[in-house]
């Protein structure tokens, strides 16, 4: 059994594929990318999970809460 998590494993098959589908390209942003696709949906479960309180999720996320209003404007889930 291996001792990656299965989110990890996701996250290496989805590079991956990523790699493959470039076909020898040169890749460019890819960790801007990657923080781009995974931020929202992630931000997005936790203030559901949280029942929207801001104060809630960023202490989930060990991020400040300030830094956490930041990151959902960003992503245009609050304005």
Request: aromatic letters at 4%; a positive charge.
């Amino acid at each position: 059994m291996s001792s990656r998590s299965a989110l990890e494993q996701c996250v290496i098959d989805s590079l991956e594929a990523y790699f493959r589908d470039l076909n020898g390209t040169e890749p460019h942003g890819i960790h801007g990318m990657v923080m781009q696709t995974v931020e929202k949906p992630l931000l997005q479960t936790v203030m559901s999970r949280a029942g929207d309180n801001q104060s809630v999720a960023a202490q989930w996320l060990g991020i400040n809460r300030n830094t956490l209003r930041k990151k959902l404007k960003d992503h245009k889930l609050i304005k």
